[in-house]
Nanobody, 121 residues
């Protein structure tokens, strides 16, 4: 089970940190990722992190502004978002996969319920 939280309303240029709590499985055995979905758009990959956090991957839109991290002792994955823009407005979802990190949302095994991020101009 995954539960994302930490979303909210922020002005452009501001920051937010999203968290995702995992339970029910051995967290360290899963690749973790963040996706987002804006109204009328498909769910898109934002960032992913490998099992031991030694490997991370970012969408071009997130590079240089967002940082994904994980704490395997606490079963938490984070998405630190800085320099937020109105186009970052979306519902953000955390996801887990046993095998690989894919930009295709259909490849991921487990999903959290999403947390809304709204960036005002």
């Amino acid at each position: 089970q995954l539960q994302a939280f930490g979303g909210g309303l922020v002005q452009a240029g501001g920051s937010l940190r999203l968290s995702c709590a995992a339970s029910g499985r051995t967290f360290s055995n899963y690749v973790m990722g963040w996706f987002r979905q804006a109204p009328g758009k498909e769910r898109e990959f934002v960032a992913g992190i490998g099992l031991s956090a030694s490997f991370t991957s970012y969408a071009d839109s997130a590079k240089g502004r967002f940082t994904i991290s994980r704490d395997n002792r606490k079963n938490l994955v984070y998405l630190e978002m800085n320099s937020l823009k109105p186009e970052d407005t979306a519902v953000y979802y955390c996801a887990a996969d046993r095998v690989s990190m894919s930009v295709n949302s259909k490849s991921w095994d487990y999903w959290g319920q999403g947390t809304q991020v709204t960036v005002s101009s």
